[in-house]
C-alpha cells in the first residue's frame, strides 16, 4: 500500500506565494502520475495540475501561468508552486498520485488535503 503526505498550505495575501508538498511513502514500484485537485466550499473538487511519469504536465485554465507543478523522481515527492494567488483559489487542496505497488498496479491514492486560504 502507499500513502501521501502533504505540507505547504496556510494563509496567504492576494499576490502572494505558497508551495505544497505531496510525499508518497510505503511499496510503491512506481508513479504513473501526480497531481493536485482543490475544493472551495461549496463547488465540485477541480483539477488543479498533473505531472504524468516523464515531465508531460497539464494545468487548469484559471491557474496557468500562476501555478507551477514539478516532481522529485528520488523523493517520489510533487511540488506546486503557487504565485500571484487570488482569494478564488481558496480552496482545500489534495494531492493524489497514480501508482503501481507490490498489491496492485494503477490505483489513485488521496492525501488528506491541505487548506490554502488567501485574503484580499
Known amino acids: 500500500q502507499a500513502q501521501l503526505v502533504e505540507s505547504g498550505g496556510g494563509l496567504v495575501q492576494a499576490g502572494g506565494s505558497l508551495r505544497l508538498s505531496c510525499a508518497a511513502s510505503g511499496s510503491i514500484f512506481s508513479i504513473n502520475a501526480m497531481g493536485w485537485y482543490r475544493q472551495a466550499p461549496g463547488k465540485q473538487r477541480e483539477l488543479v495540475a498533473s505531472i504524468i511519469s516523464g515531465a508531460s504536465t497539464n494545468y487548469a485554465d484559471s491557474v496557468k501561468g500562476r501555478f507551477t507543478i514539478s516532481r522529485d523522481n528520488a523523493k517520489n515527492t510533487v511540488y506546486l508552486q503557487m504565485n500571484s494567488l487570488k482569494p478564488e483559489d481558496t480552496a482545500v487542496y489534495y494531492c493524489?498520485?497514480?501508482?503501481?505497488?507490490?498489491?496492485?498496479?494503477?490505483?489513485?491514492?488521496w492525501g488528506r488535503g491541505t487548506q490554502v486560504t488567501v485574503s484580499s
Open positions: 493524489y498520485a497514480d501508482l503501481d505497488t507490490v498489491i496492485v498496479n494503477g490505483k489513485v491514492y
